[in-house]
């Protein structure tokens, strides 16, 4: 609400100048308005995530023996991940304050890396014993499965968009060259048309 508020509040500035707002500048506000709560239920639904992440980490410290690694992948990825999500959504009023990029490359940074240790860990241990009587092998199952199913999750995800990326530049590849074909197509077709003067 007081995003919309400072809005008016601009557009309000600029009319008392007698300027009207850049048409771009009016789609970049209407498009912000519309995406707006988009954005804050995707934020909440990934605070979520990683709020569970972080919890169900810290519940299992000493509880995953086949490797203690997989308890501390939770932990990282949940606590940057919420910051991450946090310095983000906060951004516009802490910038004047401080150096925000730096902050948010060093959160996106760590999460990448500790996604990818995370990975390692857990796909190197599948599948671990759920009983702990198996003391070695027993991993707790809440865990091990929230780690196995979101990094599972976000792979199968990278990948659809890799395929839906690929399927685009190949249909626009082949809609390049139909169109390329029939300008040479219609070129030739006009030059047997041009009749020939024999000198």
């Not at 605070?47 to 000493?62: E, F, H, N, P």
């Not at 199913?149 to 839906?164: C, K, P, V």
């Amino acid at each position: 609400m007081a995003e919309s508020g400072t809005a008016h509040e601009a557009q309000d500035v600029t009319e008392s100048r007698g300027k009207k707002p850049a048409p771009t500048q009016d789609a970049i506000r209407k498009l912000k308005t519309k995406l707006l709560p988009g954005f804050k239920y995707t934020l909440l639904f990934s605070l979520i995530i990683y709020l569970a992440m972080l919890i169900i980490g810290i519940l299992a410290v000493k509880k995953c023996p086949v490797n203690e690694n997989i308890p501390l992948f939770l932990c990282i990825i949940g606590f940057v991940g919420l910051a991450s999500k946090l310095v983000t959504y906060l951004r516009n009023r802490i910038v004047p304050y401080f150096k925000i990029k730096y902050v948010e490359t060093a959160l996106y940074t760590t999460e990448v890396v500790f996604f990818f240790l995370g990975a390692y860990w857990v796909y190197k241990e599948y599948k671990p014993s759920f009983n702990p009587a198996d003391g070695a092998r027993y991993c707790q199952k809440t865990a091990y499965m929230y780690a196995f199913i979101y990094i599972t999750a976000f792979f199968a995800f990278a990948l659809g968009i890799l395929l839906l990326v690929v399927c685009v530049l190949f249909i626009a590849s082949c809609s390049l060259a139909c169109r390329s074909k029939s300008t040479d197509d219609n070129a030739h077709a006009n030059e047997s048309r041009i009749p020939y003067v024999d000198e």
